[in-house]
């Protein structure tokens, strides 16, 4: 029955990312975290979610800004090593609960920033800290919440958002990969779950891709903000 219900938050997970880019680990997170431990759940997520940024990448590869995407990239990295340790040595149901709060106000924050008739540039001090933020929670929970309020920042369509990120994800995936065999994260039961999860990914992600190209970028935004005060709240709701 459990691995029943992984499907099928495996599919809905990755019709999300399909559609705005992330979102899918919280889905899948928000609906497995009662019966499978974070670090059961993080290492298939990131195996899941190696061909699906690699694919997303490529697909809005001209829309790719480097000179955006490459400082977050170094950031995330820097904080990925942390986040590995963190997951691999501690418990981190606490900064769950952090990260909750810090992803619904972000999200009220966006609402709020995206109503302005004139929108100030994004503070680089801010910046900084979403990026090393963000690949903390990356290497800790597989969450790519944090990096998509970064570059809802910074860009200014939704091609060069999900080009960017998605390109991001992707290096940070590999990253993470390796790190998590060297830390004894990947297992025999993980690449198992990963293999019969394949098929439910590969589907959730062609439609949400099919989904997404019928999306104005008003209503992505939208899309984007929801998704960040969700993340946050099934943060929350899945560690108190």
Known sequence: MQMILWMLAVLVGYFVKGVAGFGNTLVVTGVMAFSRTNAELTPVELLLCVPTNLTLAIAHRRAIDW?????PLLMVLAGDVLGVTLLASVDVTAMKLIFGV???LLGIEAFWRERQAV???ASPV???VLGVAAGIMCGMFSVGALLAAYFARVTKDDETFKGCMCMIFAAENLFRAVAYALTGLLTAATLTNTVILLPFMGVGLFLGMK???RMNVRLMKTVVNVLLMFSGAALLLTNL
């Open 102 to 104: 810090v992803l619904i």
């Open 126 to 128: 801010l910046l900084t």
């Open 211 to 213: 989904f997404s190209g």
């Open 119 to 121: 929108q100030k540039a």
């Open 67 to 71: 000179k955006l995407a490459l400082p």
